[in-house]
């Protein structure tokens, strides 16, 4: 099967850094889209970057200027590394990726998702 695994998580001041990175592993026959999301306690799921097959990026208005994605297609690896935290972003952070199987079915998968808090 399709599985996606993420690392980075963690507890960082504000104004400080992380880097989120996301492994795509299993029968995979091409990746297309990659994207974060995250969902704070109480709220719903959010985008917050998003990059295609062939590079282009979306961002949320939020993290536009502090957040950069990408992606790795040789490794299946999509990272974010977020610059210039706020308490505001604390959240558990997910990772999808739309993917096509050896068998022919294209499905979006999702990581387990990593805690991300970042204090005042």
């Known amino acids: 099967q399709v599985q996606l695994v993420e690392s980075g998580g963690g507890l960082v001041q504000a104004g400080g850094s992380l880097r989120l990175s996301c492994a795509a592993s299993?029968?995979?026959?091409?990746?297309?889209?990659m994207g974060w999301y995250r969902q704070a306690p109480g709220k719903r799921r959010e985008l917050v970057a998003a990059?295609?097959?062939?590079?282009?990026?979306n961002y949320a208005g939020s993290v536009k200027g502090r957040f950069t994605i990408s992606r790795d297609n040789a490794k299946n690896m999509v990272d974010l590394q977020m610059n210039s935290l706020k308490p505001e972003d604390t959240a558990v952070y997910y990772c999808?990726?739309?993917?096509?199987?050896?068998?022919?079915?294209?499905?979006?998968?999702w990581g387990q998702g990593t805690q991300v808090t970042v204090s005042s």
């Open positions: 999808n990726a739309d993917i096509t199987t050896t068998w022919g079915s294209r499905t979006s998968y």
């Open positions: 990059i295609a097959s062939e590079g282009t990026t």
């Open positions: 299993g029968s995979i026959f091409s990746i297309n889209g």
